[in-house]
Each structure stands twice: as C-alpha cells, then as structure tokens.
C-alpha cells in the first residue's frame, strides 16, 4: 500500500508532478544507465517533455528539474539556495556531469524538446530520456510518466510494485477500512499507525511524521517572513508577510480571526512553493498548503490541541490520501485540480476530526464532505506558473476543510453519500473533464486573464 510517507514528501517547489517528478526520473535514468554499464559510453542525453509537462513545464521548472536530476540532485536533499549557480554552471560550459561524474555536452536548446502536440499514451505528464554513444548510436532509451504528488511510473512498469512487507490491516476502500477499524476496536489513526510501523517500528513512525511536521512549521515561518516577487513574469507579490503584520496588530474579539490566521498559513506556504522553496507534497506541491494550515490552525486555535492531536491528524490524513491515490488519481494533469486541492482538503478535513477525537463515522464524513464540494474544479494556472490561482485555491481549501470537519461532527446519523463514492465521482468527473482545463493552461483563467 501507499505509505504516508510517499503522500507526505519533502522536496522543492513549485510542482511535484511538473518539478519532483521530472527530477526523480532524470536521476533513475542515470542510475540505471550506471547499473547498465552504460554511463561511462555515453556521450549525449536527450528529454522530450509530451502533454502537460511541455505546455506548461516552462512556468513550472521541468527544464530546471531534468537538469538537477541527470546530475544526480534529489528533491529531498538539493539546497535551493544552491539551484541557481547550478543550473548557471550547466548553461554556461554547456555540459553537464550525468550523476556528477560522466561529463556530456548539453546543447539545452537541442537536448531538451518540448513537444507540447504530442501526448503519450499512458498519462499527459510524458517524458522519453535517451542516452548515446560518441557515434550516435542508441544505448539506452526510456519513458517515464510523472503521474502526481512526485510519484514516477517507467512505461510497462507493474504500478503495484511487490513488497517483501506484509501490513497487519490493508485496505482497499472507506467501507474496508471503516469495517476493519471496528472488527479490531481500532480507530482509523490507529489502524495507520500499525500499517507504517510494519516498515519502520513506531518509533521511527513518529520521527518521521515529525520530521514531516518540522518541515512544514518551518516552511510556513519562511513564507510569514520573506517578501518580494515571485519569480515566473507574473510579478506576483508574496502577500503573506503583509496580511500576518495586519493579523497581529488587529484588535481582538473577531470571531472569524482564526479563519484570517487559517488563510494566512496556506497562502505562506504556496508563496513559498510557488518561489521554489522547500515544501512537502500534501499529497502535490500544487496542493501543499491546505494540510500544515489546517494542523496550524488545530495546534493554535483548537482547545487542548498536542502532539498526539498532530500525530492522529497526519496518520488520519495519510490513510484518505491513500484512498485517492489508489482508486483515483492525484494529478491536476489526468483530473484537474479537484485532484490536488481537493483531494487535500478531504485529508484535511479527515484529521482535523480525528485531531479533535471524531469517531471513524466523523472522520470518513468530514473527508467526504471535503471532496464532495470541490468535485469539478479545474487545474488552470495562468502562464503555467503554480501563483494564480493556486495560491488562493489552497486557502480556500483550508477554510473547506475546517468547515467540513465542523459539518460532520456537528451532525448526528448517517450521512447520503460516502466517501467511496465521493472518490469514484472525482475520478469519473476527472475522466470527463476537457484536458485543456487540466494543467495546459490552454483554458479557464490561463486563457482568459493574460495580464496580471
């Protein structure tokens, strides 16, 4: 099964599917050539980009990504401060070192081809990387799909990948989890937390999820404290230092303040994402505000909020996420952004109930209330940049995200619809959705606001 910490991934910004993705392939690729015995013959690399990766790859920072990839860099563990005399250093001698070691000529604007009329077969996100010998000759050819959240799929790749561990409580759907929870007095968090201790011990479980958690306060705290523009021509302002100055000076007695504050931390984030910065995909780069704002909001505004309260939220949170992305999808490019944003408020809004100690009942209908009203939304980010209006969007599902924790623990007896089918809906929805309207920026607001 997905872990929680394939959904929780730390890396940089602005896109896990259009910039984690890519990096992750272009380093497998000379991993492989490498294991292949191939990297020392080579000579030249290329990447064609297909679909969504070459329409909107520019704003998203695919090129920078593939190049940090084929020298080795991982998203985990690149500096961002470092990006830029990287990337300059390839550009200027016009080589770069394949797993900073085998030294190749790159001609960017030969290596690396956009074929934005093109789409591969299996998903939009499409990339096809080859390597050749000083003759011209083919060594090694591959295509890689980056299918969201940073996850990567080599073409012909088995997507269930066997596993030597075997987890005490898999589940394949709401209605499994919810029957397995009960048969054994567990609640959701708790089944969780067995299933990732499996692989890592509890212990090590905690560590991570405040790893993770550290990792997100501190991102949050550079977004409330950095000003300036956004990188990409828009010539976004980053609004977040600004609105938290007004926050902490507005007299008190609003009874919406903690909804400003709530707002606030989601725009922090995605402002940080958006200039490249180090973020966690939540369950995407695109969507990475909406989880750390609302588990802000539960540690500063929720009455009797602690670590437990945090460690329930991420688990909670982790097993929806799991839910989407093996029975749907977490791609703004295959569904829109109810795929990002969406399905990240549906996790949100899960833990925030168990957070607050919401019964299995609570927590399966706050994350169906969650996805519920963000069914249909397009992924339309104008000039390809993850700014507008993703930036908003990730604030906006914070606030869904509260309210529907609030929805369904307020409310007694069973609810209509369930969150299986709420996830079937938004996948089907994704399905039938034109794919201009998912991460071309050929439609919506990309088409219709040029200027901002």
């Known amino acids: 099964m997905t872990s929680l910490f394939d959904l929780f991934k730390i890396g940089i910004g602005p896109s896990s599917s259009h910039t984690v993705g890519p990096m992750r392939a272009a380093r497998r690729f000379c991993v492989e050539l490498d294991a292949a015995g191939l990297l020392e013959t080579t000579s030249r690399v290329t990447v064609e980009m297909y679909g969504s990766l070459a329409l909107t790859g520019h704003g998203h920072g695919t090129d920078r990504a593939i190049l940090l990839g084929l020298l ?85 790749e088995d997507v269930a990948a066997p596993t030597s561990t075997t987890i ?19 609640t959701i968090w708790q089944l969780m937390l067995a299933n990732e201790a499996a692989t890592r011990g509890e212990d090590g479980v905690r560590a991570g999820v405040r790893r993770i958690w550290q990792t997100m306060q501190t991102c949050t705290e550079r977004g ?113 952004c109810q795929g990002e944003v969406g399905v990240a408020c549906s996790m949100a809004a899960g833990g925030l109930a168990a957070a607050m100690q919401g019964t299995n009942s609570d927590i399966e209908h706050a994350a169906e209330v969650g996805m519920e009203h963000n069914l249909g939304m397009t992924c339309d980010p104008i000039g390809g940049l993850v700014q507008i209006p993703c930036i908003e969007r990730n604030a906006m ?41 998912k991460e071309t920026s050929q439609a919506g607001l990309a088409l219709n606001i040029i200027e901002c």
């Open 397 to 437: 599902g914070a606030v869904k995200a509260v309210n529907a924790c609030r929805i369904a623990m307020n409310e007694a007896g069973e609810h209509k619809v369930s969150l299986d089918q709420v996830i079937r809906t938004m996948y089907l929805t994704g399905l039938d959705m034109q794919s201009r309207y």
């Open 224 to 336: 409330l404290t950095t000003e300036g523009t956004l990188p990409g021509g828009l010539n976004v302002r980053r609004r977040a230092p600004e609105m938290r100055a007004k926050l902490l000076v507005k007299k008190s007695g609003d009874p919406l303040a903690a909804m400003d504050w709530l707002t606030l931390y989601a725009i922090a984030v995605n402002e940080e994402n958006a200039a490249g910065g180090r973020v966690v995909t939540a369950p995407t780069n695109g969507a990475a505000g909406v989880v750390p704002a609302v588990a802000h909001y539960y540690r500063n505004f929720v009455p009797g909020a602690d670590d437990e309260g945090i460690l329930r939220y991420f688990l909670t949170a982790a097993a929806i996420g799991v839910l989407y992305k093996e029975n749907a999808s977490i791609s703004g490019a295959e569904v829109g």
């Open 168 to 186: 005490p409580y898999p589940f394949r759907s709401a209605a499994q989890l919810l029957e397995i929870a009960e048969q054994h007095g567990l």
């Open 72 to 156: 080795g860099e991982q998203p985990d563990k690149i500096d961002p401060a470092a990006v830029e005399a990287i990337l300059s250093k390839v550009r200027e001698e016009r080589k770069i070192a394949l797993l900073g070691k085998r030294a190749v000529a790159f001609h960017e604007a030969e290596d690396l081809v956009w074929r934005r009329t093109e789409i591969l077969q299996a998903h939009s996100n499409g990339m096809r990387y080859s390597a050749y010998a000083a003759n011209g000759g083919l060594l090694q050819e591959k295509i890689f799909y980056s299918i969201g959240g940073g996850f990567i799929r080599a073409e012909g």
